[in-house]
């Protein structure tokens, strides 16, 4: 069985930094246990990272959520120290927007039986990858969000979310 973990931008503005919320913080044991438990297996590990520039609040994006965040090169850009040293040869996504369609096309030449998403923003970025990798994967694909390893700034609309999601057929674990 071929399984792969989406780490979804556990990056300082998330946690502690420009768009950090309380909260934020303990899910990083989880998300720690899983790389290495996925790792343990042979399984496949990825991660994405929000990645704006300087004219970050000249793009759609910004003028609608006018907080400079995870701008390339800076501190608040950089993954969580918790996995910052996790990452090693793993493949990387930077992504200028809420989803990664390169990690849909790495998802679609891949023959992938699960995939599993954790990270940050529960609601945001986590919930558009999600979507991307059930556009992407076969139809025999199981894709899963862990639960304990994800959180929103906004539980309710987290959980709206996760509603959607079960509603096209992925599981909240």
Known sequence: MQRLLVVVDYQNDF???ALGFEGADKIAPRIVELIKEFRANKDTVVFTYDTHQEDYL???????LPAPHCLKGTKGWELHPSIKDLVEDSLVFEKPGFGSKALGDYIAKNNFDEIYLC???????????????????STYCKIKIVRDAT?????EMQEK????LKHLHMEII
């Open 58 to 64: 000249k793009t759609t994006e910004g003028q609608y």
């Open 151 to 155: 959180s929103s700034f906004d539980l």
């Open 15 to 17: 946690v502690d930094g």
């Open 161 to 164: 979310a996760f509603d959607v």
């Open 119 to 137: 990270g940050l923003v529960s609601d945001i970025c986590v919930f558009s990858n999600a979507i991307i990798a059930k556009a992407a994967a």
